[in-house]
């Protein structure tokens, strides 16, 4: 089996096909792992196309429209490499592409880590609202506290005048960011203040205060975030 067994399991292989197939390896010294292994990778049926987008808004649903060729790595060990990814942002899914057909991975849990290009994504659970469920983040730190972010979809609403014909007919996708602090399983949302952040320190927080104040860092901006945590794992 070449691969790309993936998206044909996935995609639609009947019941036949796959159990004379299930067990096939592939060849000897390759990283692709077996046709189980790659089934952890089982795409979401939800009834949508994974490239379905709201109607009547402008912009793009992915963090790039580019697919990306890259390497995933699952909890179990096994390898899934030289394999086109892109996230969408807008559904907080992460999709792959075999000829010329998209296809939504639907089991992040197996996942332990992407790696797209120079870029690395997790898949960690995270409670919104009543639920749980897994959510991609980039790595933007490690160490034993990780800088994760995740990124999500506004929706601006359009701002057309009829009778002046003037303004914006469309809404308009607006990407944003969301920014967290992992340690051991916590995952900890970093307000504008940095208060989660303090609180989570305890008696190591006023260090933390005073470094932050010596060399005038924000809990604002994205770059000063990574000194932060990068001064969070000296201090363990």
């Known amino acids: ?11 639609a292989a009947t019941t036949s096909l796959f159990s004379s197939h299930a067990q096939a390896q ?19 049926n939800d009834g949508t196309s994974p490239s ?12 790039s429209d580019a697919w990306t060729t890259s390497r995933i790595t699952m909890n179990n ?17 992460m999709h792959y592409r075999e000829k010329g057909v998209e296809y939504t991975i639907g089991a992040p ?19 919104a609202e009543d639920a749980i469920s897994f959510s991609y983040f980039e790595v933007l730190a490690e160490g034993n506290t990780s800088l994760l972010v995740q990124y999500y979809i506004k929706v601006i609403d359009p701002t057309y005048n009829n009778p002046l014909d003037y303004g914006v007919k469309k809404g308009q996708i ?11 399983s916590t995952i900890i949302e970093i307000d504008k203040k940095g208060k989660s952040i303090f609180d989570s ?3 190591k927080g006023d260090l933390l205060k005073k470094h932050i ?24």
């Open 1 to 11: 089996m070449n691969k790309f067994g993936l998206a044909l399991f996935c995609a």
């Open 26 to 44: 592939v060849k000897a010294g390759s990283n692709y792992g077996s046709f189980s292994d790659r089934s952890q990778l089982l795409p979401r």
């Open 52 to 63: 379905e987008m709201v109607a009547d808004v402008e912009g793009s649903q992915y963090l």
């Open 77 to 93: 060990g096994s390898i899934i490499d030289s394999i086109d990814l892109r996230l969408n942002v807008y559904k907080n899914e």
């Open 109 to 127: 849990k197996n996942i332990k880590e992407i790696a797209m290009g120079s870029r690395k994504f997790v898949s960690y659970p995270l409670k």
């Open 174 to 184: 607006n990407l944003c960011e969301r920014y967290f602090i992992k340690t051991g």
């Open 201 to 203: 320190l305890r008696d």
């Open 213 to 236: 104040k010596a060399e005038d860092l924000s809990f604002k901006k994205k770059e000063d975030l990574v000194k932060i945590v990068t001064y969070i794992n000296s201090m363990n």
